[in-house]
C-alpha cells in the first residue's frame, strides 16, 4: 500500500472508445503528476498538477486529457488512442512540486501501482 | 533539453557479486533521485542526493552525486537476490521544471 491509488489496473480499449484513468493519494501531498512507462523507453512525464493548478505539459497529444478537481484526485481522459499508446500509466504525488530543486526539498515521488492499458 | 542517461541497460550478476549502475546528465542538475522498480511493480523512491560530491549509505547501497553535479552512482556490495530489479536515476535541473528519469539499469541476481 502505497497511499497512491490508481485504477483500472488494466485497461483493454479500442481506438475510438473513450475511457478515463484514476489515481487518489491519501498522503496529503500538493503535487501531482502521470508518468507513461513503454518498453525500452524512460519513464515519460506527462502532466504536472501543483496544488491543483496544471504546471507541466510535456508536448502531450490531445488525445490525453487530464483533470485535477482536488489535490488528492487526478484524472487521466483517454480517447481516439493509437496502438503506440498502450503503455504503463504511472500516477505519482509528491509533497511539493519535485520541479523545483529547491535544497531541503526531496520532492519523493509515491507512485501508484500504475494502470496498464492495451490500445487495440 | 536535459537527458538522463544510465548504463549499463542491463546487468547480470550472481549473487556475492557487486554491482555499479551509472546516471550522467547533460546539464548540471540541482538533484538527483534513485529508485528502484520491482518485476511487475511500480517506482519506490530509494534516496536523494543534493550537495556536490554527496555521499549517502543504505546497508548495502552506496550512492554518490558527482562533484560537478553531472553525474552519480550507486553500488550495491555483495548482491543479494532480492536486489533484483531496475535501478533508476531521476534528476531535475537548475533551469528546469520536470524531473526526468533515466532508461534504468536492470539488475538479474542469480543464486
Known amino acids: 500500500e502505497t497511499g497512491v491509488t490508481q485504477t483500472p489496473r488494466h485497461l483493454v480499449m479500442g481506438m475510438t472508445n473513450k475511457k478515463s484513468l484514476k489515481c487518489e493519494q491519501h498522503?496529503?501531498?500538493?503535487?501531482m503528476y502521470w508518468y507513461k512507462q513503454s518498453a525500452k523507453k524512460p519513464l515519460e512525464l506527462m502532466f504536472v498538477?501543483?496544488?491543483?493548478?496544471?504546471?507541466e505539459n510535456n508536448s502531450v497529444p490531445s488525445r490525453f486529457s487530464p483533470e485535477c478537481p482536488n489535490s488528492s484526485h487526478l484524472f487521466l481522459h483517454l480517447h481516439t488512442l493509437q496502438p503506440e499508446d498502450s503503455a504503463l500509466y504511472l500516477c505519482?504525488?509528491?509533497?511539493?512540486?519535485?520541479?523545483?530543486?529547491?535544497?531541503?526539498?526531496?520532492?519523493?515521488?509515491?507512485f501508484g501501482e500504475g494502470s496498464r492499458l492495451t490500445v487495440l | 533539453g536535459q537527458q538522463v542517461m544510465q548504463i549499463p541497460q542491463y546487468q547480470h550478476v550472481q549473487e556475492g557479486e557487486d554491482f555499479t549502475t551509472y546516471c550522467n546528465s547533460s546539464?548540471?542538475?540541482?538533484?538527483i533521485q534513485w529508485y528502484k522498480q520491482r518485476p511487475g511493480g511500480h517506482p519506490v523512491f530509494l534516496i536523494q542526493?543534493?550537495?556536490?560530491?554527496e555521499v549517502k549509505k543504505q546497508k548495502r547501497l552506496t550512492f554518490q552525486f558527482g562533484e560537478a553535479k553531472k553525474n552519480s552512482s550507486l553500488h550495491i556490495t555483495a548482491t543479494q537476490t532480492t536486489d533484483v530489479g531496475t535501478y533508476f536515476c531521476?534528476?531535475?535541473?537548475?533551469?528546469?521544471?520536470?524531473?526526468?528519469f533515466g532508461k534504468g539499469t536492470s539488475l538479474l541476481v542469480t543464486p
Open positions: 531521476a534528476g531535475n535541473s537548475n533551469s528546469g521544471y520536470a524531473l526526468n
Open positions: 546539464t548540471t542538475l540541482s538533484n
Open positions: 542526493l543534493v550537495k556536490s560530491g
Open positions: 505519482a504525488s509528491s509533497q511539493v512540486y519535485a520541479g523545483t530543486g529547491l535544497p531541503g526539498n526531496t520532492g519523493e515521488l509515491f
Open positions: 498522503l496529503g501531498h500538493n503535487a
Open positions: 498538477y501543483n496544488f491543483k493548478e496544471q504546471t
